[in-house]
Structures are given as structure tokens and as C-alpha cells.
């Protein structure tokens, strides 16, 4: 459901999509495979991660001090999102070629995070599939704030055989203030490694692990230390009650993903990524049971499929071509783990296809790029607690476009424009949504070390035969410093 | 070559590792729970031989750990239903009686296990709820909606569901709390017939048999703690200053006494303090006043109600059975909510099916 999550979590990935991409490509309407970017080189790091790679990849010591804010409001939302969601952070990555002993990467990063009106959901990811919901009675605000860091070393084994691996670990606070005051505590520890190894000249294979384990431990106690009561919905219509002084829940969701990378230069003037992987994620449900012990009452397993390739080729001096071929395939199930039923099962398959071109124009100072994608998504809902069931078939459709003019020697400006039609919009179930973005930044070199770059987007989802809506506004700076 | 090799085989031997932390959904789904219950009535009102008839459109109330939900039979007096979640299930058939309209005809079931894979079939003989004809209606204990612990707009509600006036003269109400060292309160410890743990018992004026007091068919009284109108202190709370009793300790030096509304006294001098219940957790027991030596325990013979109430319905139940079969689910704290009986002084001794929770407190009426 890998669209549905793209929905569930767009705020959270597009501020970590900002962080951990090029300001420059998403400046351009979001452009990627058609356009050269020192950043997406369609490698087995820029596409899969492996950090492995990065010693082949990254040459050159850079700090960036990203400070970024997202804000998204509107009624376009489901039972239990926020009516308005606003992300604020600032964000530190630096990278320092060791020589021979390697390269290093490290992030660090505080994010801030307010969700405005959430009706009922005390938990920071009520849709992320499951069929589990844990919700009090009321509509408050819940802010959640904390730091993220992440170390990435790579090095070279052998000979064309690399090693890399990586550990992040964030810890974010939450609170509801208002009646049950649910504190949250989310933690997400996870760790990676990954191979690479050069099978020919300029043709590289790479293997990447990876194991993510999230916890979610809420706390709701009354301040003024009445009762408090939450529901721990099984479904969509049914609930377990729990009340008392105090209650403390958890989820729990460990994913392990193992992907492979393929990346060759070897064709002359074409560049060939492949990113492929399976990704299973498990997710349980706790709640007190006998004062001491806990109870999984629900259990989800959720394993997505996926294989993407990209192809990059220079038609001409200044001309590209690329070509995205996309496969994604989710399967999902909850089962009520106490008596060991099914409750609810879904999957999803997306097929995708894109075609771009860029040109950069020799008499003028211009890079223009378009991009086109249409994917065709099926997906089959047995809610079978609910007696709810649901298949359907939607074509999508994506076209990019983006301008980049260097207006001077030391600044480039940039914008972007942005337009997708969804048949079937599967978050919300409604049909023909529209979501159109404008975006625009620009670079400043400030001198030979150091680099500004601004990036702002402005977006809107809307159905077409609704007067809902849900708008994202956007804002990144980065000052890169290639000394320090 | 071998280093390629060896990377290559790691690849499949990695996907196994992960494949092999994944697990195949259960082959049963929820939500797939059938019951069909045939439900009769006993309508005999004098012969002593059953006289059972189809109980038609009856409401049916299912409550399990998600809650209660609300059915009907249908004009065979069938309750069919075929998606119903996996649980342990309590459901009590009401209808009210065809020929005498002031009595309800009761069935239960329960303890019963719905599951996936099974259909229930069961029938179910609905006879006269018979008892007394006075009932503890609706209790009021868990305070208004206030954040500085304001409790004290407590009230019992009784009803006669009866088509004669009974007389209250003499009558008890106890809190029963005690008798925590043993079965617990309202039980029946060391089997001697009486009930136990009495901590508070107030008494209608006069003696039983005598006939002062009454209540009318189909009347509600309400007791207050105190008959005041809370709205004063609280303004999310209710106005008791025209209740038909109050609670009066006399034995107090601080509780107050509205002079217009008539008294249930204190007959424990050693307790000096206001008549006050536990907010979501409690026993409220109703006598004749036959028996008042409460210190080995009042008679069950002379109950004419008694409930206990509780947060959680996995709480232990400890008033006798004799008195009361179940347990009633009692609203939050500060909440304003209340609960009673789901018809009027439909009693069928098992407050488990007896009683719902209300949003709002509702004195003098249902």
C-alpha cells in the first residue's frame, strides 16, 4: 500500500525526504531521473541506501545545517487525523572522507512536531495499516519533540568489495493536552549494513540489511487524577474499554528489509539503477493486562515487494533522457491475537512507468526538465470484523516540470510545478483527487566554501467532486559548508 | 571469481533469513460469529402450569468486552445474527409482559462463547420478573464534571414498579464496604443467611408493617446525600433541593439538614460522618428494617434490593448471590454520568444485564 502510506506519512517523509535529499531537485517540481544531479546518481546509495557505497560515492567534506518547517491543514482528513499538522526542526549532517580508513557520515537533528485538533487518537501513526486504533474520547492537540541521529562509516574491504553500515536512533516526547494528557514516548532505533562490490569496471552489485525497531509507550493519566478511559478499537466498529487513573499502552513494530542494488556506468553516456527488496514489518499492540503483564492484543504483518529501475541517457550534449520502471506489491494482515482470528486483510500492487527529458541550453544559461509517470494500482480490502470489503482498479497520472536559470555566476533560481490525478484516491476511499504543487528555491554561493540554498513548496489535495481539501506549505534552508 | 560467487549466494541466503521471520495469517477470520436463539415467554398469571408463547420483537441486549449492543427478535421470536465479533457473550431477552403491562418477561443467557467457526443454537424460556415490587433504579455516586473532586450530589433513585403502593416505613439503606477480611462486602461470610460488611445504614422513619410512608405504582423517590441544589458549588451539577428523602446523620456535627425534605436517619452511632458512597465502586443494599442488628449481618431474607457496582466488570463480585447474580459497570469519576436500570425497575437480581451507564444523571424520572 506503498501510495496509502505515501499519504499516511507525508508529512514525516517529506521533511526527511528534504533532509536526506537535494534541496535543488524537489526546488524543480520534484524532478528526478531525467534530470544530473550530484545527489541522485541513481547509485546503490542514492537509491537504496546502502551505505556501503558512500565511499565510492561521496568524495568531498561537507557540513549542511538544514533548518526546515512543514505545515498542512485542511478538512481533506480521516476520523482520526489531525485537522492541522505542523513540522518544525533544524538538522546537521556532515561527511569527512577518512582516505584510506574510509568515509564517515553523521547526522544529527531535533524535529518538533504539533498536530492540531486530533480527534481521538492518543498514538503518532494511527494508518499505517493496521487494523489496531487506540483512542480516547476527546479532540486536543498533541505535540511531539526530540532529537535524530544517525551515523553512517563505509570502507573499502578489498579490492572493488566495500563495506558499510549505519545506526540511527531517535526519541521523540509526546503529549495530548487535554483529558487522558497521553504521554508518548516513541523510540525508533535501527541499524544497517550493506555490500557493495564492483563486478566489472563500472558495474557495481551492492546487498544492503537492514533492522528498524519502533516503540510507542503512551501513558494516559488524568492530571487532575480522575478516571481516564481509552478505547482500543479492533477494527473499525469494535472496542476493548479500559479505564482507569492511569493506563499505559504500547505498539511495537520491528521490519527487517533486504534489498539489492545494481548501478552501472559501463554503457557509455547511460546510467543504469536498479533497486529491489523485500521488507516484511511486524507490529503489536499491547495493553495492561493483570497489573503487571501486558497483552498483545492485535498483531499486524505487513510485507512489502518492490523493484525500481532507472535508466539515464545523454542524447545529445546537454540533452537527457530517463526511464523509471517501478514495481511495488504490499500484503498485510491483522489478526485479533488473543483468540487467534483474522481481522482484517488487504494487499496492493503498483506498476509504474515514467518517461523524461532534460536540456540544458548552450546559449543561455537554462535547464529544463520534464517528467511523466502513470502507474496503475489495484488493491483488494477483506475487513472481515467489519463486514467491509473493498477492490478496486485506478490509473494515476504525474507530470513534472521544472526551470533553472543561473542568473548570476554565484545564484541559480529554480522553480517547479507539479501535477497528479489519482482514479482512486485509496486513503480516503474517494474518487478523482487532484494534488497539484508549486515549488521554487534558489543557490547562492556565499564564497568557495560555503553554499545557501532555499527551498519552498506549496501543494494541495483535493477531490474533485468535494469541497475538501488539504493544503502543505513547506520551507527549507541549507547552508552547506565544504570546509570545517 | 570466488569473492563474486560467495557475494552472490549471500543475497538468497539473506532473503530466506528474512522470509523466515515472517508468519502465515490465521485461516479463521473474526467477525464471523453466528447465533440462533428462540426466544419464549412464560405469560401464565395465575396457573402454576407454564404458558409460553414466542417472544416477538423483543429487545435483546448482547454485552460482551466490546461493549453492548442492541437487538431484536424477529416476529418468530428468533434472534438471528451472523456477524458478530468472537467473544464470551451475556444477552438477556425483555419484552413486557402481554397481559399485565407493569411486568417485563426476562430471559437470560449467559457466559456464552460466539465463535468464528460455530453457530450458537440455543432457545430461551422468558418468565415474570417476581420479586418485590420496589427496586433501586438509578445511583448517582461518581460526581459531576469538576477537576476539584466534588462528589457530594450523590443520590439513590427507587422506583415501584408494582401496581400497589408500598410502604417505606422502617426500610433500610446500607453501604456495605466492610468485611474486606473475609468473602468480601456483601457476601454472605460463615453461611448464616445474613449479608456482611455493613458500614453505613439509614432508616426510613417508623417501623415495617407500619404505613406512613409510601410510594406510589410507578413512582421514583430519590435520596439525596445531601438535598441541596449542587449547582451553587458546581455548576455542572444538579439540583437536589426538592429530593423526596435525605440521607441525615444525627450523630454528626457538621452535616446539613434541609428541614423541608424528610429524613433517612443514622442507626450506627458509632459512625459520625455523612452518608457518602464510593464513587465506582461499591455495594448499596436495600431492607425491610425486619432485622437491625447489623453487626452480624442483616438477614437476606429482608432484602428487597441490593446492587454492587464497579469500574471494570472483571472485578470480583462479592454480594451473595442470593441477592444479586452480576455486577453493574459503574461511569467514570467527574464524569456527571450515572447508571440505572435499563427499564424501570427492571430487576432481574443479575445487575450485569440489568444495568447501563447514562450520559447524564436523571433524578425523579427515567
Known amino acids: ?484 | 571469481m570466488l569473492k563474486k560467487i560467495n557475494f552472490i549466494f549471500l543475497i538468497p541466503a539473506l532473503l530466506l533469513i528474512v522470509a523466515g521471520c515472517m508468519e502465515n495469517p490465521p485461516s479463521i477470520r473474526d467477525g464471523e460469529g453466528k447465533l440462533r436463539i428462540t426466544a419464549y415467554g412464560d405469560t401464565s398469571v395465575v396457573d402454576t402450569v407454564p404458558h409460553y408463547i414466542r417472544l416477538r420483537n423483543a429487545k435483546v441486549i448482547l454485552t460482551s468486552e466490546y461493549g453492548t449492543m442492541i437487538s431484536y427478535t424477529d416476529n418468530e421470536g428468533i434472534l438471528s445474527i451472523e456477524s458478530l465479533p468472537s467473544a464470551i457473550y451475556n444477552i438477556t431477552f425483555r419484552m413486557v409482559h402481554p397481559l399485565v403491562s407493569n411486568r417485563i418477561l426476562v430471559g437470560n443467557i449467559k457466559n456464552i462463547e460466539i465463535a468464528s467457526h460455530r453457530v450458537y443454537v440455543d432457545s430461551v424460556f422468558a418468565s415474570p420478573v417476581s420479586n418485590t415490587g420496589l427496586a433501586i433504579n438509578e445511583i448517582y455516586c461518581g460526581g459531576p464534571i469538576n477537576n476539584f473532586f466534588y462528589f457530594y450530589d450523590q443520590y439513590i433513585e427507587l422506583y415501584n414498579y408494582s401496581d400497589s403502593l408500598i410502604y417505606l416505613d422502617g426500610m433500610q439503606v446500607s453501604r456495605v464496604s466492610g468485611n474486606n477480611e473475609g468473602k468480601g462486602p456483601g457476601a454472605d461470610e460463615g453461611d448464616d443467611g445474613d449479608f456482611d460488611g455493613v458500614t453505613y445504614i439509614f432508616k426510613f422513619p417508623g417501623r415495617p408493617g407500619e404505613r406512613n410512608h409510601f410510594i406510589r405504582p410507578g413512582q421514583f423517590i430519590v435520596i439525596a446525600g445531601k438535598a441541596i441544589d449542587h449547582r451553587t458549588s458546581v455548576s455542572t451539577s444538579i439540583d437536589l433541593n426538592s429530593c423526596d428523602w435525605e440521607f441525615y446523620n444525627q450523630y454528626s456535627a457538621t452535616d446539613f439538614d434541609n428541614p423541608n425534605v424528610p429524613n433517612l436517619l443514622n442507626i450506627r452511632a458509632d459512625r459520625t460522618v455523612d452518608f457518602l458512597i464510593n464513587l465506582v465502586s461499591d455495594v448499596i443494599i436495600l431492607t425491610s428494617g425486619v432485622d437491625t442488628v447489623w453487626e452480624d449481618g442483616l438477614d437476606i431474607s429482608t432484602v428487597i434490593d441490593g446492587v454492587q457496582y464497579a469500574s471494570s466488570a472483571t472485578k470480583i463480585k462479592t454480594i451473595d448471590s442470593k441477592i444479586d447474580k452480576g455486577l453493574a459497570l459503574s461511569p467514570p469519576r467527574y464524569s456527571g454520568q450515572a447508571m440505572r436500570r435499563r427499564e424501570p425497575g427492571g430487576d432481574t437480581d443479575d445487575a450485569t444485564l440489568d444495568w447501563e451507564i447514562i450520559p447524564t444523571a436523571t433524578p425523579g424520572r427515567h
Open chain 1, 1 to 484: 500500500m506503498k501510495k496509502t502510506l505515501f499519504h499516511l506519512l507525508l508529512v514525516f517523509f517529506a521533511v526527511n525526504s528534504a533532509y536526506s535529499q537535494n534541496l535543488r531537485l524537489m526546488g524543480l517540481g520534484g524532478m528526478s531521473y531525467s534530470v544530473e544531479d550530484r545527489d541522485f546518481m541513481l547509485n546503490p546509495y542514492d537509491l537504496g541506501r546502502n551505505p556501503a557505497f558512500i565511499v565510492s560515492d561521496q568524495k568531498d567534506t561537507y557540513l549542511k545545517i538544514i533548518p526546515g518547517y512543514l505545515n498542512e491543514s485542511g478538512d481533506y482528513k480521516r476520523r482520526y487525523d489531525p485537522q492541522n499538522l505542523s513540522f518544525g526542526g533544524l538538522h546537521f549532517k556532515g561527511l569527512k572522507p577518512l582516505g584510506a580508513d574510509g568515509t564517515f557520515l553523521g547526522e544529527m537533528g531535533y524535529v518538533y512536531e504539533y498536530r492540531g485538533q486530533v480527534s481521538r487518537a492518543i498514538t503518532r501513526q494511527p494508518y499505517a495499516g493496521d487494523a489496531f486504533f487506540m483512542v480516547d474520547t476527546t479532540v486536543g492537540n498533541i505535540t511531539y519533540s526530540g532529537p535524530r541521529m544517525t551515523a553512517i562509516y563505509s570502507w573499502e574491504l578489498t579490492d572493488g568489495l566495500s563495506a558499510g553500515f549505519s545506526a540511527m536512533y531517535c526519541i521523540l516526547s509526546g503529549l495530548k493536552s487535554v483529558y487522558t494528557y497521553s504521554k508518548t514516548i516513541f523510540r525508533d532505533a535501527d541499524v544497517s549494513a550493506g555490500l557493495t562490490y564492483e563486478l566489472t569496471d563500472n558495474t557495481y552489485i551492492g546487498l544492503r540489511y537492514e533492522f528498524d525497531d519502533k516503540q510507542e509507550s503512551i501513558e494516559a493519566n488524568d492530571v487532575n487524577l480522575l478516571d481516564v478511559e481509552l478505547f482500543n478499537y479492533v477494527g473499525d466498529n469494535y472496542a476493548l474499554r479500559n479505564r482507569s487513573s492511569t493506563i499505559s499502552q504500547k505498539i511495537r513494530r520491528k521490519t527487517h528489509e533486504t534489498s539489492l542494488q545494481f548501478y552501472s556506468t559501463a554503457i557509455p553516456d547511460m546510467v543504469i539503477g536498479l533497486n529491489a527488496g523485500l521488507f516484511p514489518q511486524e507490529s503489536k499492540f499491547m495493553i495492561p493486562y493483570q497489573a503487571i503483564q501486558e497483552l498483545v492484543y492485535g498483531y499486524t504483518q505487513k510485507t512489502d515487494y518492490y523493484a525500481d529501475m532507472f535508466t539515464r541517457y545523454s542524447l545529445s550534449d546537454g540533452t537527457l533522457a530517463g526511464i523509471k520502471i517501478g514495481y511495488f506489491h504490499t500484503d498485510c494482515w491483522s489478526k485479533n491475537n488473543r483468540n487467534d482470528l483474522l481481522v482484517w486483510e488487504w494487499e496492493q500492487s503498483t506498476v509504474t512507468a515514467g518517461i523524461g527529458f532534460s536540456q540544458r541550453f548552450g546559449s543561455v544559461p537554462l535547464l529544463a526538465a520534464l517528467e511523466f509517470e502513470t502507474s496503475l494500482t489495484s488493491i483488494d480490502s477483506s475487513k472481515h470484523i467489519d463486514k467491509r470489503y473493498y477492490s478496486e482498479n485506478g490509473t494515476d497520472f504525474t507530470v513534472r516540470g521544472g526551470l533553472e536559470y543561473q542568473l548570476m555566476e554565484n545564484l541559480s533560481l529554480r522553480g517547479g510545478y507539479r501535477f497528479s490525478s489519482k482514479e482512486i484516491d485509496l486513503t480516503f476511499g474517494l474518487r478523482d483527487v487532484a494534488h497539484s504543487q508549486f515549488s521554487g528555491g534558489f543557490d547562492y554561493t556565499l564564497s568557495n566554501g560555503a553554499v545557501i540554498q532555499i527551498f519552498t513548496r506549496y501543494s494541495k489535495l483535493s477531490p474533485r467532486d468535494s469541497g475538501n481539501s488539504r493544503v502543505f506549505l513547506e520551507g527549507f534552508c541549507q547552508l552547506k559548508l565544504n570546509s570545517f
